[in-house]
């Protein structure tokens, strides 16, 4: 294959609208400077406003909605349109019904399969969303480990996530490769008033209202202010938290949600905020954590902590709870001298651990999947279905 250009897939769900999507929107980047590959984004939800320039778009399926049954539902799509790109290497990220589909054409067609972690969840039994139906979960997580079986390279976000992999799966993470961003390009104007940020899709794992409940506990605080951005769920499965949860942000004087905004938004308000929080129950490397600390925003998280590098590294808070997480915010706030100190200890630390170097040692392993000696490395997978 040397001196031509290789056919390189990435298969995700969706096109745009997460951190693992922003993720990959870097990669493409990363490997469009190298030259080396024809890339093609397989997605099943599409978004017209993103023009791809270097690389082409495919998408599985015609509808908008999840699958009734999961990502899996795609395996007839999705498998054609492997079969008719023909590629010499599949990239997939995002666990679901794709990494096993991936992995079985991978095996079929002897074509090298780099899965890449996304979350927590993807490297153990658990699954994100108890909310979904017994059947649906069952299948996507059947197929996710499938894929992990028969991947031949598997890259995680944390130290962690590699001790999830080899503790449930007695596989060994071939590469700890830290989310990574370019730098700000916003102009940092902190002031303004005093803001708390909470940035996230509003989903239940997610946990918006303990948000809320933030807010509304930190109220006596004289001109401090609560915003939260992310989209609402659509879907009649999701009006009885959401209902509730969006009558208790309208009830909240000192708190405005913003709804959904661009990467670029999302970025411009985090220049002018002062904190950020995180209340999900689990993640992977949360994007949203690098993006605070590039824009000298000190972070405080309820639960997540990966790698323990909050308190490791001195660059924010790990609450514990939500009395811990108010007590938090509220002597910050009110001891400026102590978030200089995090914000500052933040800034080092993301430009030397999350730059664009991390991608290129991601471009570097998709590159060692193109190697000749690719047998060798096929032949010592567990082919077991």
């Given at each position: 294959m040397s001196g031509q250009r290789l056919r390189l897939c990435i298969v995700t769900p969706r096109q745009h609208g997460g951190g693992a999507e922003y993720q990959i929107s870097l990669l493409i980047a990363a490997l469009l400077e190298a030259t080396r590959y024809d890339i093609h984004l397989l997605v099943r939800h599409f978004d017209e406003r993103i023009e791809p320039v270097g690389y082409h778009v495919v998408r599985i399926g015609r509808s908008a909605q999840v699958p009734r049954f999961g990502y899996i539902s795609d395996l007839v799509p999705l498998y054609r349109a492997l079969r008719l790109i023909k590629p010499n290497i599949l990239y997939q990220r995002v666990a679901c019904g794709y990494t096993g589909i991936c992995a079985l054409y991978a095996r079929r067609e002897h074509v090298p399969l780099l899965w890449h972690a996304?979350?927590?969840?993807?490297?153990?039994?658990?699954?994100?969303?108890?909310?979904?139906?017994?059947?649906?979960?069952?299948?996507?997580?059947?197929?996710?480990?499938?894929?992990?079986?028969?991947?031949?390279?598997?890259?995680?976000?944390?130290?962690?996530?590699?001790?999830?992999?080899?503790?449930?799966?007695?596989?060994?993470?071939?590469?700890?490769?830290?989310?990574?961003?370019?730098?700000?390009?916003?102009?940092?104007?902190?002031?303004?008033?005093?803001?708390?940020?909470?940035?996230?899709?509003?989903?239940?794992?997610?946990?918006?209202?303990?948000?809320?409940?933030?807010?509304?506990?930190?109220?006596?605080?004289?001109?401090?202010?609560?915003?939260?951005?992310?989209e609402a769920p659509a879907g009649a499965s999701n009006q009885s938290w959401l209902v509730p949860l969006m009558r208790s942000i309208e009830a909240a004087s000192n708190l405005r949600y913003l709804g959904s905004r661009s990467q670029c938004e999302v970025n411009e308000i985090l220049a002018k905020a002062t904190i950020f929080v995180n209340t999900s129950v689990h993640e992977g490397f949360p994007n949203t954590f690098i993006q605070a600390w590039q824009r000298d925003v000190a972070v405080v998280s309820l639960d997540v902590n990966p790698d323990d590098v909050l308190q490791r590294e001195g660059v924010g808070i790990h609450a514990g709870n939500e009395q811990a997480l108010s007590e938090a915010v509220r002597m910050l706030v009110t001891k400026p001298w102590v978030l200089a100190g995090y914000v500052a200890r933040a800034r080092e630390y993301v430009r030397s651990q999350h730059s664009l170097r991390n991608s290129a040692m991601l471009v570097q392993l998709i590159d060692s999947l193109a190697q000749p000696d690719q047998g060798a490395v096929r032949a010592g997978r567990d082919d077991r279905v």
């Open positions: 996304a979350h927590d969840t993807d490297v153990n039994p658990a699954t994100l969303d108890r909310g979904r139906n017994l059947l649906r979960r069952r299948l996507e997580k059947w197929s996710v480990e499938f894929g992990i079986r028969h991947a031949d390279r598997i890259v995680v976000q944390t130290r962690q996530q590699g001790e999830l992999l080899l503790r449930h799966y007695g596989r060994q993470a071939d590469a700890v490769i830290p989310n990574f961003h370019g730098d700000a390009g916003e102009t940092i104007d902190k002031s303004g008033p005093t803001t708390v940020a909470w940035v996230a899709n509003l989903k239940s794992w997610k946990r918006p209202e303990v948000f809320v409940r933030l807010a509304l506990a930190l109220q006596d605080v004289p001109g401090l202010q609560f915003i939260m951005l992310g």
